[in-house]
């Protein structure tokens, strides 16, 4: 999540720390726009009744959720109001980053993000303000123009944009359904939901999403599927999802093992009780398919434990040991083949 639960683990997989829950990894919030509603969870469409009409556009994401065959056992909603479009005083984007600002310091246990606020100037501040986050901003637009420009001013792998012109809630219905299997286990290219509609594009059209790293949903040999798994700086949602859960898991189960000894000691036997919380992780990774099988059937991931006579002065009395290091290989999925035959005559 964005900072919170308090952690005493740093990891970093080439960004800031984190520390994140298990319970919340897959949890959805909805960022609402349409009332001031403080944050609370919901474990079904009837909950969400309660609080939001039918029709109301917290309310109509919160279905596109729930109506997927396999969907979270719950979700999120936090809900301020938000117009952009008053004649006078007219809201900004920042109203939208501040009010997460604030929510995550006492709620920060999720991990996709949605809005209801879809104009081109919201997905973009909301884009921004995941960027560096442990979290996934998934949202869909029906500009074309805007999601085709949107990576040549923003390189992030924390948004991924759908392009639908008519189904404004189709992120919610892909991360709905798909979002709550284990990383590693699927990618988010051929895959279908429930209650949408494929678009009526042209393969170019379609290649020129592609090629600006841009998703879309539709038909291929009778079956409707997403047409590719992109996050906006041409990698794969999948792949962010596997590196998040590493870091996730690290984190908890290094947590739990500090407060669970009566106390870790800073030697040699200390340095390995923390790698030994490092690699029964990355296996974890390795059996859940988010690490590469090597050539001779293992795991492809390497650790570096530091040397006690690593730790300076100021670190021995910090009582901080020297990193442990780690390095591993994505398994990754196929969305292309090439298969050349030739014929004997």
């Given amino acids: 999540m964005p900072r919170a639960p ?42 969400v009744e309660e609080d939001y009409a039918q029709g109301s556009p917290e309310h109509t994401k919160a279905k596109a959720i729930f109506d997927q065959e396999e969907h979270n056992d719950s979700i999120a909603i936090h809900s301020i109001t938000y117009d952009p479009d008053a004649s006078t005083d007219p809201d900004t984007p920042t109203k939208l980053t501040t009010e997460l600002d604030e929510l995550i310091k006492e709620h920060a246990d999720w991990y996709f993000l949605h809005s209801t606020a879809q104009r081109n100037a919201d997905i973009e501040a909301l884009s921004d303000w995941t960027d560096g986050k442990l979290s996934m901003f998934i949202t869909t637009s029906d500009d074309v123009d805007f999601v085709n420009g949107f990576h040549d001013t923003r390189s992030t792998m924390r948004t991924s944009l759908y392009y639908h012109p008519t189904d404004l809630q189709f992120a919610e219905r892909m991360t709905g359904r798909w979002g709550v299997e284990d990383p590693g286990t699927i990618t988010w290219k051929f895959k279908g939901v429930t209650g949408s509609s494929v678009v009526n594009l042209s393969p170019a059209e379609i290649k020129e999403l592609h090629s600006n790293n841009v998703n879309t949903y539709i038909k291929k040999q009778g079956k409707e599927q997403t047409s590719e798994g992109f996050v906006v700086n041409g990698d794969f949602i999948d792949s962010v999802h596997g590196q998040d859960f590493i870091e996730m898991r690290m984190s908890e189960e290094t947590q739990t093992m500090l407060q669970n000894r009566n106390k870790v000691p800073y030697s040699s036997g200390g340095i390995a009780l923390i790698v030994g919380v490092v690699k029964k992780v990355l296996q974890e990774a390795f059996d859940q398919g988010i690490i590469l099988e090597n050539e001779g059937g293992n795991p492809s991931f390497t650790i570096t434990a530091p040397s006690i006579t690593d730790a300076s002065p100021e670190d021995r009395k910090a009582r901080k040991l020297p990193p442990v290091l780690f390095n591993y290989q994505r398994e990754g999925a196929v969305h292309t083949a090439t298969i050349t035959g030739r014929v004997a005559v």
């Fill in 6 to 47: 308090l952690s005493d683990v740093d990891i970093d997989i080439g960004r800031e720390s984190i520390s994140v829950s298990r319970a919340g990894y897959s949890k959805q919030l909805i960022l609402g726009t349409s009332k001031n509603s403080d944050y609370r969870e919901y474990f079904g469409i009837g909950q």
